[in-house]
């Protein structure tokens, strides 16, 4: 059964506007949570996180926000642009195991 | 500091053939992972070590096994290998900082194919 959901495989967005991405949890004792963005032929790299005491975390144009009484969390970027195309990963850190949960992940495309 | 590095980048195996996933990291981490990725799929986990002298399975350890062989390298080798194998595969590591939270950092990947 899948605990990290992403439901939207792909996006598509103009460039300059926001781009939303969206995840989806089911265990409540998940603690941590973070996204990462994979471009093609390379290994996926860390884009920001957030702690379950806290509803958002902003970094640059990067802001994830979440929502612990709905179990999911949003990546927001704002603006967006054609270097941000690339396939995104929204994770969870099982603190009782020791090991991150991924998502099936999201490809964004910024049109120029 | 190269990170996470594996070895090969690709490789193309017949079927019942087998080989050995090479990972190593120099970050000094207790904490090292095998992924594979399949359209789809996302990132789904076959086996793990929490600490060196650890390992254990994921979501998907079948066909796999796996050596903790000291607290560098971590390896993946698949005894005989089956065409459902085809897949990129990705080594991580990671590690918690004074009982905080932190990444994991991922190798380039290994792309296998098998015929």
């Known amino acids: 059964d899948q605990q990290v959901k992403q439901n939207s495989p792909s996006l598509s967005v103009q460039e300059g506007r926001i781009s939303i991405l969206n995840c989806d949890y089911t265990n409540s004792m998940f603690d941590y949570f973070l996204w990462y963005k994979k471009y093609p032929a390379e290994g996926p790299t860390f884009l920001i996180s957030i702690s379950s005491i806290k509803d958002k975390n902003e970094d640059g144009r990067f802001t994830v926000f979440l929502n612990k009484s709905a179990k999911h969390l949003s990546l927001h970027i704002v603006p967006s642009q054609p270097g941000d195309s690339a396939v995104y990963f929204c994770a969870a850190w099982d603190s009782g195991t020791y090991k991150y949960i991924f998502g099936t992940g999201t490809r964004l495309k910024v049109l120029a | 500091n190269a990170g996470v590095t594996q070895t090969p980048k690709f490789q193309v195996l017949k079927t019942g053939q087998s080989m050995t996933l090479q990972c190593a990291q120099d970050?000094?981490?207790?904490?090292m992972y095998w992924y594979r990725q399949d359209p789809g799929m996302g990132l789904r986990l076959i086996y793990y070590s929490a600490s060196e002298g650890t390992t254990d399975k994921g979501e998907v350890p079948n066909g796999y096994n796996v050596s903790r062989l000291n607290k560098r390298e971590f390896s993946l080798r698949l005894e005989s290998a089956a065409p459902s194998q085809t897949s990129v595969y990705f080594c991580?590591?990671?590690?918690?900082?004074?009982?905080?939270?932190?990444?994991?950092?991922f190798g380039q990947g290994t792309r296998l194919t098998v015929v």
């Open positions: 991580a590591s990671s590690d918690l900082y004074r009982g905080m939270n932190t990444e994991a950092f």
């Open positions: 970050m000094n981490h207790n904490s």
